[in-house]
T-cell receptor, first 111, second 113 residues
Framework: GQNIDQPTEMTATEGAIVQINCTYQ??????LFWYQQHAGEAPTFLSY????GLEEKGRFSSFLSRSKGYSYLLLKELQMKDSASYLC????????????FGDGTTLTVKP | DTGVSQNPRHKITKRGQNVTFRCDPI?????LYWYRQTLGQGPEFLTY????????KSRLLSDRFSAERPKGSFSTLEIQRTEQGDSAMYLC???????????FGPGTRLTVT
């Protein structure tokens, strides 16, 4: 089966840095996505990692270690609007290129 | 708006009734997915289309669920004889070939009473 683990909840302060971890055990791997999802809304794409290392995009960075089955999302200079659920998703090695998702980490940013 | 659209946005139905949802993907995207999401969980894969062909379907999907994409553009998801356990957000996503990035629609929230 597919297993993706991420913390259920995290809290951080406005202006700070937060790291959200994701570990996975899947049958096949074609890359890893991070999505942001505000309550009641659809997930929106944040980042995609297929090779080991760090990908930086503005205030958001994502890291991947395929040998360890591990990724993290780093959010810098936190803003109140960053309060949301962050979903880690692994693209399986199937023709569909379908994704299997973790249950998400609910991040609360406090003033 | 050139994003993925879904209709209706909300649907309340009584147990035992049939419901149908529609998804219009981004026009140049030939790959289309349906997911189901319940509170506190990530999206769960239901089915996948490449053009008009349904190439993959979750084993979790009962016979009460059927999806079509007749002309390789919009797609419909039908649930027959709805049950309270079907209450969830139904998400549609699309992508183009050569890219793994999926673009999600706003979802249809189904409540079965």
């Amino acid at each position: 089966g597919q297993n993706i683990d991420q913390p259920t909840e995290m809290t951080a302060t406005e202006g700070a840095i937060v790291q959200i971890n994701c570990t996975y055990q899947t049958s096949g791997f074609n890359g890893l996505f991070w999505y942001q999802q505000h309550a009641g809304e659809a997930p929106t794409f944040l980042s995609y990692n297929v090779l080991d290392g760090l990908e930086e995009k503005g205030r958001f960075s994502s890291f991947l270690s395929r040998s360890k089955g591990y990724s993290y999302l780093l959010l810098k200079e936190l803003q109140m609007k960053d309060s949301a659920s962050y979903l880690c998703a692994v693209i399986l090695n199937t023709n569909a290129g379908k994704s299997t998702f973790g249950d998400g980490t609910t991040l609360t940013v406090k003033p | 708006d050139t994003g993925v659209s879904q209709n209706p946005r909300h649907k309340i139905t009584k147990r035992g009734q049939n419901v149908t949802f529609r998804c219009d993907p981004i026009s140049e995207h030939n790959r289309l997915y349906w997911y189901r999401q319940t509170l506190g969980q990530g999206p769960e894969f239901l089915t996948y289309f490449q053009n008009e062909a349904q190439l993959e379907k979750s084993r979790l999907l009962s016979d009460r669920f059927s999806a079509e994409r007749p002309k390789g553009s919009f797609s419909t998801l039908e649930i027959q004889r709805t049950e309270q356990g079907d209450s969830a957000m139904y998400l549609c996503a699309s992508r183009r070939g050569g890219s793994y990035e999926q673009y999600f629609g706003p979802g249809t929230r189904l409540t079965v009473t």
